[in-house]
């Protein structure tokens, strides 16, 4: 089993996601995968903090890496939670009861996984004991709570550790927003955008040397196509309304 799933991560297997609905696409979780490979062959363990589980999907790899020692699943599970997107979106029987259910039935190590229902302004950075490596930020889907995510993320983030957004697409203006603020702080990065719609702000800048993720940094034609495709309805409507910039 274990060479089984060491086979699985060096051919970046997307079936690793296959047990658990996750709301990613499946070059997000090929992208995910090059992402946790390189990890991987940096560090002989690491930490995985995820703010948005919903149902335990993108959660699923990381459980399954014996590598990753310890992970933190933020969820504040609201009934529903607001969209840049303009409507409200519905999870329903959202918990993270249900959550460690279904990740039971894929692995006996869920003892690492640490569920914390707030968001991240409730949680004292004291809270996360052991530092991540990778955060993922999937909550709500709103520029300001993407840019508070990051914030939070900054704050209990292992030196040269690295964070993804996922949504980019969506939550573009959080994106800028964190950018910038690093670029005032005099603060070094590496920052670039993968299929679909993952962006990957790193503080380790030997991040781009990494044959893997240079390799997946030249599929970026597919994000920046996926990115513009979802926003296209918005030009038609502006275009059909002779709303002109
Ligand atoms: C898009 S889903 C996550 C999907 C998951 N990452 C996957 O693909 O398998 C978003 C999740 O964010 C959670 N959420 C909503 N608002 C939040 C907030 N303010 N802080 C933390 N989590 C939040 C919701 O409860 C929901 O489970």
Redesign the pocket.
């Known amino acids: 089993m274990k060479q089984h799933i060491e086979q699985l991560f060096q051919n970046r297997d997307i079936n690793i996601y296959s047990s658990i609905?996750?709301?990613?696409t499946e070059n997000d979780r090929y992208s995910f995968l090059t992402l946790l490979n390189w990890q991987r062959n940096i560090s002989k363990e690491y930490c995985y903090l995820?703010?948005?589980?919903?149902?335990?999907?993108?959660l699923q790899p990381f459980l399954l890496d014996p590598r990753c020692t310890y992970i933190y699943s933020?969820?504040?599970?609201?009934e529903f939670?607001p969209d840049e997107r303009g409507r409200d979106f519905y999870?329903e029987n959202?918990s993270s009861e249900r959550m460690m259910e279904f990740l039971k039935q894929i692995s006996s190590e869920t003892e690492k996984i640490k569920c914390i229902d707030k968001?991240?302004t409730e949680i004292k950075p004291k809270e996360i004991v052991i530092k991540p490596n990778l955060c993922?930020i999937?909550?709500?889907?709103t520029d300001k709570?993407a840019f508070n995510?990051f914030q939070f993320c900054l704050k209990i983030l292992e030196k040269n550790g690295t964070i993804i957004f996922?949504d980019a697409n969506i939550v573009f203006n959080g994106i800028r927003k964190a950018l910038n603020y690093l670029d005032k702080k005099d603060i070094s990065y590496k920052a670039f955008n993968l299929p679909d719609s993952l962006f990957v702000v790193s503080f380790d800048l030997s991040i781009v040397e990494d044959s893997g993720i240079t390799e997946r940094i030249f599929d970026n034609y597919k994000s920046y196509l996926f990115g513009l495709e979802t926003l296209d309805p918005y030009r038609k409507y502006a275009v059909k309304n002779k709303f002109f910039l």
């Open positions: 609905k996750s709301q990613t995820e703010i948005g589980s919903h149902l335990g999907g993108t933020i969820d504040k599970r609201p939670q999870y959202n968001s991240s993922f999937d909550g709500e889907h709570t995510d996922h």
